[in-house]
């Protein structure tokens, strides 16, 4: 949402903000600033309330609410699929007859089954916060195609040591070590600097302090032995704040660089998210408790974790087969 502020025109007291790289102005109608203060939210709320009820005006309204998260940048893309399709149709209007024809015309584009529910997810929850907020009077259902169940795939540590070897870059190397040593998930690994990383207590912090915006799974974490060998060696040659660098520059995707490493060894559907599955599949097969595990992961609640990992433990559900002995 833009920021407000009080400024003075011609010795009276103005509501301004910006929008863009325009400046609006709007006289308050008083010199008195306590009282400019008392007024001047509700007006602002008022003069920028959006107008337009069409899923493109309730998209943009919806962006603009959330500026700086990082749903509006993931959301650009979907809207780009989504655009053609519903931008100027009524928000109250949208039917499951929509809903049906989309997801008929991205099946027919080789589009899969997760990726048109993730995209008709975000169009209910624009239209969700719309009702919310009395843009329209109330958000009809959105139909979406069943979401499909969770890859069950993950690597055992033979084949991550011979992952390891396939990696031919030694940017890619320290993010696979990276990775499996701290389950985290792609983005908090590669948006990492060397500022988080402890070598005194050897622990790293995978959350920025400093980004506000809601990020999952992101928690402190100990280095282990191997994991600060290697951060120790790319320490010394680093010409970046960031921990996987490659040229001297941040490292955006290790997708491609995973994928033709897990080719080699016979894995290609090794995956960065791969990695962090299979970091937490070690944790349990070893016997940790879920509740650890969970705090690891950076999981805000471990009945999420308890519900993907628990049939890993060795002794999951062990005592009660037991009982059923003939």
């Not at 960065?272 to 299979?278: A, E, G, Y």
Request: charged residues 25%.
């Amino acid at each position: 949402m833009a920021e407000w502020r009080i400024t003075r025109l011609s010795g009276e007291l103005c509501l301004t903000w910006d929008e863009g790289n325009i400046r609006r102005r709007y006289r308050l109608g008083t010199s008195n600033p306590k009282e400019a203060a008392r007024i001047a939210p509700s007006r602002f709320a008022e003069l920028t309330r959006p107008r337009g009820t069409t899923v493109g005006d309730l998209w943009a309204a919806y962006c603009l609410d959330k500026a700086g998260r990082s749903v509006v940048t993931t959301m650009g893309y979907t809207w780009k699929a989504l655009e053609p399709h519903f931008a100027n149709i009524e928000g109250e209007a949208v039917t499951v007859a929509d809903c049906r024809a989309y997801t008929d015309q991205r099946r027919k584009a080789k589009r899969k089954d997760g990726s048109i529910h993730t995209e008709l997810g975000h169009l209910r929850s624009v239209l969700v916060w719309a009702q919310k907020n009395r843009l329209i009077a109330h958000a009809p259902h959105i139909e979406r195609p069943s979401k499909p169940e969770p890859k069950e795939g993950y690597l055992t540590r033979g084949e991550v040591a011979l992952l390891l070897d396939a990696a031919n870059v030694p940017h890619i190397r320290l993010a696979i070590r990276l990775l499996i040593a701290t389950g985290a998930r792609s983005g908090a690994a590669l948006e990492l600097v060397w500022d988080r990383v402890d070598f005194k207590t050897r622990m790293i912090q995978l959350r920025n302090p400093f980004d506000k915006a809601k990020r999952k799974g992101r928690a402190t974490v100990p280095i282990n032995d191997s994991l600060l060998a290697a951060l120790q060696e790319a320490r010394e040659a680093a010409l970046s704040p960031y921990v996987v660098e490659w040229a001297g520059g941040r490292v955006k995707s290790i997708k491609k660089g995973i994928k033709t490493a897990g080719e080699a060894i016979g894995r290609p559907d090794a995956s960065p998210h791969m990695l962090r599955h299979s970091a937490a599949v070690w944790l349990a097969e070893d016997g940790h408790s879920m509740d650890e595990i969970a705090q690891f992961l950076g999981h805000e609640n471990s009945r999420i974790t308890f519900k993907t990992y628990a049939r890993y433990s060795p002794t999951y559900l062990r005592r009660l087969a037991a009982s059923l002995e003939v």
